[in-house]
């Protein structure tokens, strides 16, 4: 049977101790190397100084910032492909012209940038300034909301003004069913459908904890994520206009291979709806477990998780258990 390939591309969330000194590209003409040099170079430009020099110097708690973090994951992804590239085709005996290829690509969030460079939808020197304008674009967003919050989640005056929870989705039918009329009640909105047994919504803080509250009483299982941007659902409906400018001011190509879009699992195939779809992911619910769900459906026998972390390793096991999955260390 041939070997089928996937590559997953994670979501913020475990970047913070991520170390991109081994990740340097070396000064090789090959085409995986120079397209390296030209990611590190429009990382390196979004920052003001080495790329790498840059990161050692943040905080964690500024390397879990939304600018910070979002760069860093598509950059770690960039790199880490690139470089598992090189080695794949060194460890086959093959030219660095015949670099393996991925036949599926999927990105979690944010990763979703880094799976259409992969596929062949963006630049890879897009890439940093995409990331930036996406976060930024975000940011704004959540900062113009100046209504004063009541302590929770947080806390005191600097309370967040969004919050994200995870839910166990394996509840009893009738505890569910509470539980989607309390949610409703609140004004939280899904944001990630994880698994058959998880699920983020999110929402302004006060309606979070409020939720908590009631959640803790009845034991609905419900955990709030160190998260504090509505990613994915209705209350990022105002980010869209710059988001879609960002995405306007770069080249955009069909996919030459294999990409899911994560709000539906379903290929994207055409210039105009990889814009879309990632317009659209800003505020709309992403569908990860039927993206999963449509990798096994596939046929893919292999793959490689480029992190950062390995989330994604463990959602897809769970979905696809025969599947090979591995890790793309750095070298």
Do not use: K
């Amino acid at each position: 049977m041939r070997r089928r390939l996937a590559v997953l591309c994670a979501g913020q969330g475990e970047q913070a101790g991520l170390d991109f000194a081994a990740l340097r590209p070396a000064g090789a003409a090959a085409d995986a190397a120079s397209a390296a040099q030209r990611l590190w170079a429009a990382a390196s430009r979004q920052v003001g100084h080495d790329w790498a020099e840059d990161w050692a110097t943040r905080s964690q708690e500024a390397r879990r910032a939304n600018r910070h973090a979002q760069l860093a994951v598509v950059v770690w992804q960039g790199l880490t492909w690139l470089a598992w590239q090189q080695r794949a085709a060194q460890g086959a005996g093959a030219s660095t012209a015949a670099l393996p290829t991925a036949d599926w690509v999927v990105g979690y969030s944010v990763g979703e940038l880094a799976a259409h460079a992969i596929a062949g939808s963006l630049d890879w020197a897009d890439l940093p300034a995409l990331a930036v304008a996406r976060a930024a674009a975000m940011d704004a967003c959540i900062g113009s909301v100046v209504s004063p919050l009541p302590s929770g989640p947080g806390g005191g005056d600097n309370a967040a003004r969004y919050c994200l929870l995870l839910l166990n989705e394996r509840l009893p039918p009738a505890a569910r069913s509470r539980r989607q009329i309390a949610l409703d009640r609140h004004g939280l909105a899904l944001a990630i459908q994880r698994s058959p047994g998880e699920a983020v919504w999110g929402g302004p803080a006060a309606a979070v904890a409020a939720f908590l509250a009631e959640s803790q009483q009845a034991g609905w299982g419900a955990r709030l994520l160190p998260v504090t941007v509505p990613s994915h659902t209705r209350h990022l409906r105002a980010a869209r206009p710059a988001w879609t400018a960002a995405l306007d001011a770069v080249q955009v190509q069909a996919p030459r291979h294999g990409v899911l879009a994560g709000i539906t699992g379903e290929p994207v195939r055409t210039a105009d709806s990889v814009r879309q779809t990632l317009i659209a992911q800003l505020e709309q619910p992403i569908q990860w477990a039927l993206t999963l769900e449509a990798l096994r459906e596939r046929g893919i026998t292999h793959a490689l998780d480029l992190g950062p972390g390995r989330d994604q390793s463990r959602l897809l096991e769970a979905v696809a258990p025969a599947v090979l999955v591995e890790g793309a260390d750095p070298p």
